[in-house]
């Protein structure tokens, strides 16, 4: 039982294998959440101080003592022993070491299980907030980008060929919706991290009478968990953050994805400031957009954080299995990756241009003002279904004469219905089509900009 006694070594009769320490250790990665552990564990004292479980004076000996310990580890002079498996144990270790036995009384009516459950809703609520922040900052980005776009038009795509005439400044703002909905499903997700485990003890709740409500208040939880069972083999919260997580990812791929494209010289549509591209180690003319390709490519580190946490979960029998311990890397990874990225996204936003003179001429061309047409002759009583058909036999004329929808003349219009007039020369152009999708949520000027005021309303920056 030499070096390293372990909480359990009364029922056994031998250390344990080295290589079992080593292997069952998590203290390299969980030790990231000190902080909220010895803040659990100091509400978890002055809880069972209050229930009279627990003296004041030794309560003021744990306080003390892990407040030292939070304060030696924030300064690097305490390094744990790895043989100390998680950090609850090395926390708990050196509480003793520090104070003798009454740091021995802190673990009453409380097991690792209900410990891990508190530290990661700590870690995650306040997480979630940092997250939700820089998804506030993000919006904010897009919004005044969208604010100084409103006169470029660009090409608006389908199945990546020319659609409609849009704004950047609509464009734009597409991504400010879905990180708003990001936020959104991320502030929902808190309210169930937001929840008190501690009392549910290994599975079954404790038999001493210990407040769990005062536990709750002491560490800001508006409500305790309701079935001890449930409680510590719960981790549908992660599970939900990581898909949140994932669909922001997903958000930022797609965005670099076009970014990507735009940066091409076939587009031309944006350049990325020197400062966030990277070059060639060969060909020296060559300027990449690494940071939006590694953004895509990081994607799917998230969904594989959130397929190993399912996976995880499906085959656990009830209740706690130390399976669960794995569920912390794919959580902290996602965690990491996700805030990454959104903070360099941003400011790689902050450090691009973009093309209106490129923009403008390739939403002129591929005939993208068709729709246009048609609804032209809609308004002048053609059912919608034969407009399309005249409007198609316009551009297959011009395919055939390698002419434009803007080079034909109001009497080869006119060849094609009787009911064409002047007006239709003008209704053609790029910024008429935008300007005419005034219904809400359309690309006109009007729509976007009433839509901007909605959101930066909406962000608290009006
Ligand atoms: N390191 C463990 C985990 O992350 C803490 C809980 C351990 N509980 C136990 N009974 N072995 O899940």
Not at 394 to 421: K, M, N, P, W
């Amino acid at each position: 039982m030499a070096e390293n006694k372990k909480p359990w070594s009364g029922r056994f009769g031998e250390a344990t294998a080295k290589s079992v320490e080593t292997f069952t250790c998590s203290l390299h990665y969980d030790s990231r959440l000190y902080r909220y552990d010895i803040e659990g564990s100091i509400a978890h004292a002055a809880m069972l101080a209050e229930s009279k479980i627990l003296s004041r004076k030794d309560e003021k000996a744990i306080v003390r003592g892990l407040k030292g310990i939070l304060g030696d580890i924030e300064k690097g002079v305490l390094a744990f022993d790895p043989a100390d498996e998680d950090i609850h144990m090395a926390v708990e270790k050196e509480l003793i070491r520090r104070i003798g036995p009454a740091g021995g009384k802190l673990h009453t009516a409380r097991s690792r299980n209900d410990q891990i459950a508190l530290d990661v809703r700590l870690y995650l609520r306040a997480e979630i907030d940092g997250i939700v922040a820089l998804l506030g900052a993000l919006q904010g980005r897009l919004v005044e980008t969208a604010k100084k776009e409103m006169q470029t038009v660009m090409p608006g795509y389908t199945h990546l060929q020319k659609a409609q005439p849009v704004l950047l400044a609509h464009y734009l703002m597409a991504f400010a919706e879905m990180f708003s909905r990001d936020a959104g499903r991320l502030a929902d997700c808190r309210k169930r991290v937001n929840v008190l485990p501690l009392g549910a003890a290994a599975l079954a709740g404790t038999g001493l009478p210990i407040d769990r409500h005062c536990a709750a208040r002491l560490l800001d939880f508006p409500q305790v968990s309701r079935n001890s069972m449930d409680t510590v083999a719960d981790r549908d919260h992660i599970a939900e953050f990581i898909f949140a997580a994932a669909l922001v990812m997903m958000h930022l791929s797609r965005f670099c994805e076009d970014l990507v494209l735009w940066s091409s010289d076939e587009f031309g549509f944006a350049e990325i400031a020197d400062a966030y591209t990277t070059g060639s180690s060969i060909m020296p003319q060559k300027k990449n957009p690494d940071i939006a390709e590694l953004i895509r490519g990081k994607t799917a580190r998230v969904y594989g954080d959130l397929v190993a946490l399912l996976t995880l979960l499906k085959g656990l029998p009830m209740t706690y299995n130390r399976d669960l311990q794995e569920d912390k890397e794919p959580l902290f990874d996602a965690v990491d990756t996700v805030k990454d990225c959104l903070s360099i996204f941003t400011e790689m936003l902050a450090h691009t241009v973009f093309n209106a003179q490129r923009m403008r001429a390739a939403a002129a061309g591929g005939f993208s003002t068709a729709t246009d047409i048609a609804e032209y002759l809609v308004e002048k009583g053609v059912p919608f279904r034969q407009a399309h058909e005249i409007v198609g036999g316009i551009v297959a004329y011009c395919l055939q004469s390698r002419r434009t929808l803007e080079d034909l003349t109001l009497g080869e219009y006119q060849s094609f219905h009787a009911g064409f007039d002047e007006a239709i020369l003008s209704r053609i152009s790029p910024e008429n089509s935008v300007n005419a999708r005034r219904t809400y949520g359309g690309t006109a000027q009007a729509a976007v900009r009433e839509r901007i005021r909605e959101f930066e309303k909406k962000l608290g920056r009006k």
